[in-house]
């Protein structure tokens, strides 16, 4: 998971300060929202609908602000109808990307979206071109500092978790799709200090890239990440630790 797990590294230093701009606030909004829409607004009956809002509740957001998003998803309140969309695309080196996004308007992210790939030296792809190339799974990151590994498996296997692996600071938890919430609320009960849980795309295999390629993946990771309309990137890059912390 090293490419993955190093852009997402990088994000959680990024959101600090996309909080202060309302950006992080905007895409959880649209997830609980979305959540809430598909599956009701229980959060102890909907686990997609339980992460979203932990998630807008680590990063601090008002209780009325995720009351609002889930009256809003269910009905309850006026709101804006946001469809889900994944892109595939290819970026610089020959690397895979997936692009989920939450539009209001398909044509125009579209275009959008496919603008800025190709500004970066990227292109749009086909349905099927690379998501073959990911396995969605659940995943769940906690902190390194303070946790004993050996038990952390323990608890994983015990929960019905896949596998535990240590990337830089974190140690990431892989979980089947469907046992994400029962391994998290396990992990929690276990008082293992969770930061996130949620279902990704895991990529397969990596392709290395460095370079001006390197770069100019990164910028495009990074101008697809402030797009309003998009919620995750996902990517096969291996990158250097030196190239990652200079983005």
Sequence with gaps: MSGHSKWASIRRKKEKIDSARGRVFSR?????????????????GNPR?????????AANMPAANIERAIKKGTGELPGISYE?????????????????????????????V???IAKYGGNM?????VGWMFKRL????IPASGTDEDSLILSVIEAGGD????????FQVTT?????????????????????????QIPQTYIPVDGTKARQLLKLLEALEEHDDVQDVWSNFDITDELLQNA
Excluded: C, Q
């Design 28 to 44: 959880l909004i649209k997830e609980i929202s979305v959540a809430a829409r598909l599956g009701g607004g229980d959060e102890m």
């Design 125 to 129: 792809g086909e349905a099927g071109s």
């Design 84 to 112: 889900e969309v994944t892109y595939e695309a290819y970026g610089p080196g020959g690397t895979a990307l997936l692009i989920d996004v939450m539009t209001d308007n398909r044509n125009r992210t579209l275009n959008e």
């Design 163 to 170: 596998d535990v692996k240590l990337e830089d600071d974190y």
């Design 138 to 141: 659940g995943l769940i990151s």
């Design 49 to 57: 609908l339980r992460s979203a809002i932990e998630a807008a509740k």
């Design 176 to 200: 089947p799709p469907e046992a994400l919430g029962e391994v998290r609320t396990a992990l929690v009960d276990a008082e293992f200090a969770v930061e996130s849980a949620a279902l990704a």
């Design 114 to 116: 496919r603008h800025i």
